[in-house]
């Protein structure tokens, strides 16, 4: 994934009226359900939204048909935030992660010390 | 009917015959009077993550707020999207064991390495020459002898025979550039050194040299930094009606140990959830005609219980940081996509 860089990962599928920008069907390439699914989910949480949905063409094949339908908004900028909204929820996921860590980390340590404590009474 | 909703939006029903309201319903327009849109506020606010048990490999922790469509995103990320390094090129110089080539190399491969791949690049394939950014090499060179000392009546082939078998241990590190003056002197190992490779009678000798590079599971199990990584909906078990008597320690045989207590007071046994988190939800409790309406069972739909077991290549919380951070990524990669996209 990384290593192909420079290769188109995102095309649009000319099959709609290109002046009706509501429809919209992105091809993600080199994804699977795991951006499909939570993505989906993010972009149906729009209330401007009102069809999205994606598959999985071949399995064979490593990319996803994914597709928007808007009430009034361009579907490109529908998709835009959907996936603005989902980093922005993981930044907060892994910050809270991090400090759920830290905090188990130094429980563990404090018990550590207060073993040794009894022991060295 | 409003109570009903929320039921149905907040929890997954375990029935006799039928597992239901699997699906999230929470999109705006499914419900009235509910503002569904996303949220990052309201989000922030409910978000909650616990960790129960940690250790240099396994941890389990509780992700309570979120969706099924992002917990399961990062579950799949941590078997198959975060990086490790494998071995991945054997060359072989000579090998007399009865194991063959191909299946000693196959062996190799599944051979967990101590090694971070933050540290390390993926090797591109127009490649030719290994580079100390994106290769660890080891030697593997064993042969077996004849142990002289051995008594003559010894019948095990441990005291018959020196270097009978093969193992991690006798893989040896060989610094590509400099990599040994940037990560020490023993950096790079496999994780455990008692993983039998092959075994060898006096005469038989493996001598090969092996490169190991990062890549992701979706490309080989190999990569996967992950022994497992599940997850599975908190239980909870309601008592609608009390069960007294011999139907209580009936009930009690109906779960898990420890979910179901029967207290004692005043000579009357008397059945109290005592923690539904045990549970494994094999809903035998419907088996029994007088117990079914005495009980409902249902799962918290956005309560994770996360169970992470690491290969040991790197420690479990440290995967699962990576793995969120490889969603994010993915997301921040087609929004500059979109933006060069759009510039053109």
């Known amino acids: 994934m990384e290593s192909e860089g420079k290769k188109r990962i995102l095309e649009v599928l000319q099959l709609d009226d290109a002046k009706d920008e509501t429809c919209r069907t992105f091809v993600m390439h080199g994804e699977d359900h795991t951006l499909g699914n939570s993505l989906r989910y993010m972009v149906m949480k729009n209330p401007v939204v009102e069809f999205c949905g994606y598959n999985v063409p071949h399995p064979s094949e490593d990319k996803i048909n994914f597709r928007i339908q808007t009430k009034t908004q361009p579907a490109v900028d529908v998709l835009r935030q959907g996936l603005r909204d989902l980093s922005g929820a993981c930044e907060h996921i892994l910050a809270t992660f991090e400090e759920a860590v830290d905090k188990c980390k130094k429980k563990q340590n404090e018990e550590v010390e207060k073993m040794d404590m009894e022991a060295s009474l | 009917m409003e109570q009903a909703m929320e039921k149905i ?189 092959a075994k060898l009678r006096p005469g038989q000798e493996i001598d090969c040299r092996v490169h190991c590079v990062k890549g992701i599971g979706k490309d080989h199990a190999k990569f996967s930094p992950v022994a497992t990584a599940s997850y599975r909906l908190l239980p909870e078990i309601k008592l609608v009606k009390t069960v007294e008597g011999d139907l209580a320690e009936l009930l009690q045989t109906c779960f898990s140990s420890g979910v179901i207590e029967v207290e004692e007071s005043n000579g009357v046994k008397r059945a109290r959830v005592a923690d539904a988190r045990r549970d494994m939800c094999s809903r035998n409790v419907f088996r029994h005609e007088e117990l079914k309406d005495c009980i409902t069972l249902t799962r918290v739909r956005d309560h994770f219980i996360f169970s992470v077991e690491s290969t040991g290549v790197l420690p479990p919380d440290v995967l699962v940081t990576e793995a969120i951070k490889v969603l994010m990524s993915k997301c921040r990669a087609f929004v500059t996509e979109m933006h060069e996209q759009r510039s053109k």
């Open chain 2, 9 to 197: 939006r907040t929890r997954v029903s375990l029935e006799e015959h039928d597992v239901k309201d699997v699906h999230s319903t929470d999109f705006p327009g499914t419900y009235q009077g509910y503002d569904d849109s996303w949220n990052q506020k309201k989000f922030e606010k409910n978000f909650k993550i616990d960790v129960k048990r940690l250790t240099d490999s396994e941890m389990e922790f509780d992700m309570i707020g979120i969706d099924t469509a992002i917990a399961n995103a990062f579950r799949r990320i941590l078997l198959s999207e975060v990086p490790t390094v494998a071995v991945e090129k054997v060359f072989i110089y000579n090998n007399t064991s009865i194991i063959q080539d191909e299946v000693l190399a196959h062996r190799l491969g599944l051979i967990p390495i101590c090694a971070d791949p933050r540290l390390f690049e993926y090797r591109t394939e127009d490649q030719e020459e290994p580079t100390e950014m994106d290769t660890i090499e080891f030697q593997l060179k064993v042969r077996c002898m004849k142990n002289t000392h051995a008594p003559k009546d010894a019948t095990d082939p441990d005291e018959l025979f020196k270097d009978h078998k093969v193992l991690t241990k006798h893989m040896k590190w060989i610094p590509i550039g400099n990599q040994a003056d940037l990560y020490g002197k023993n950096a790079f190992r496999p994780v455990h050194d008692d993983i039998l490779i």
